[in-house]
C-alpha cells in the first residue's frame, strides 16, 4: 500500500511537471543586448510588454563592446535581439552574418535612408553630429564651415572631442566613406595636433560651456537633455549644424536587428517591429533621450531641428567600417 502510494505520488509529481513546461515555455521572453540609452530602451520594452504581454530582458551595455561579444558568441549567444545608438556596431555584426533577415513588414515602416540596403537590420532612431560652442569665445561668423576645417592649424588647441567612445568612431566613419583613407588619415593626423580629448561627449559639453575651450564635436542630444533639466551645462553654448551634405551634417542610425540564433525569432521580430512602429516612435517624440524618431510619419520632439533641415550626407549605414576607423585612429594616437 505504501508502494502504491508512492507510485501514485511519483506518477502526480511528474505530470505537473509535465503540465507546467508548456506554461513556462509560453511565459518565455525576449533577450535584448542594449547599447541604447537605457531609459529609452526600458520604455521601449515596457511599451511593448504592455501591448504584447511578451517579457522583455534588457542587458545593457556599449556598442562596440557588444558588437565585439555577439561576434565572439557566434551562433551560441544568448542575445535575440541587439540594439544600438550608432551603426557601424550593427555593420560588424552583419558583415559576421549573424542578423536574421528584418521582416518586411518592419522595413516598410522606415524610409530606406534610416536602413541598410541589405534589409538585416532597422534604423530605431537617430541622431546629428553638431558643433558645441561657449557663445562668449566664438561668434557664429567664425564658426567653422566644415568638419574638415577644423584640421586647419588656425584651430590648434580650440576644439575638443571624445574620440574613445562609439559616438565620435561613427563620425570618423562617415568621413572615411564620404572621402576616403588618405583624406581621412590626413584629417586625424591634423586632429592629434589640434584638438583637447575628454572622455565622453557630456563633458565635452560641461568644457565648452565652462570656457575651457572653445567649441567641440559632439551630438546634438547632449544639449537638449541638459536645457530640459537645470541647463546650468548648457547656458553659454550655442548649436552649429554643418549642413550642406558636409561629413559633419552626419546623421547616425541607431539600429535594431534579430540574431540570426535567436531561439524566439518571431518574438524579436516583433518587438523590433513595434519600436519601428506607432508606439515605439512616439516614445521618441514624447521622452527624454531628445533622439530623432525615423519612422515613416513618426514626429520627433518639437525642440529638435527637423531632420529635413540637417542637409545630412546620403550613407548607407552597412558600409561603415569600425575595424578600420579603429585602425586609422590608432595609428594617429587618438586612441
Sequence with gaps: MKYALSTLAGAVALTASLVAVPAMAEDQGIVVYNAQHESLAKEWAKGF???????????????????????????????????TENSPAMALVEAAGLFAPVDADTLSQVPQEYQPSTGKWVGVAARSTVFVYNKDKLKEDKL??????LADPSWKGRWAASPSGADFQAIVSALLQLKGEAATTDWL?????????????????KAVNAGEIEGGVI???????????????SKNIGQH???????????????????ASSKHPKKAQAFLKWVTGKGGQEVLKTGTSYEYAVGKDAQSNPKLVPLADLQAPKIDPATLNSKKVIELMTQAGLL
Excluded at 567653422?144 to 576645417?149: G, Q, R
Excluded at 558636409?246 to 535594431?256: E, K, L, R, T, Y
Design 49 to 83: 510588454t504592455k501591448e504584447t504581454g511578451i517579457k522583455v530582458t534588457l542587458r545593457n551595455g556599449g556598442d562596440s563592446d557588444f558588437s565585439n561579444q555577439i561576434v565572439a558568441e557566434g551562433a551560441a549567444s544568448s542575445a535575440d535581439v541587439f540594439l
Design 144 to 149: 567653422p564651415k566644415s568638419l574638415l576645417d
Design 189 to 205: 593626423k591634423a586632429m592629434k595636433e589640434n584638438f583637447t580629448a575628454y572622455k565622453g561627449n557630456s563633458t565635452v559639453m
Design 219 to 233: 551630438y546634438h542630444y547632449y544639449y537638449f537633455g541638459d536645457q530640459a533639466k537645470t541647463g546650468e551645462n
Design 241 to 259: 549644424y554643418f549642413k550642406n551634405q558636409d561629413p559633419g551634417a552626419f546623421v547616425s542610425i541607431s539600429g535594431g536587428g534579430v540574431l
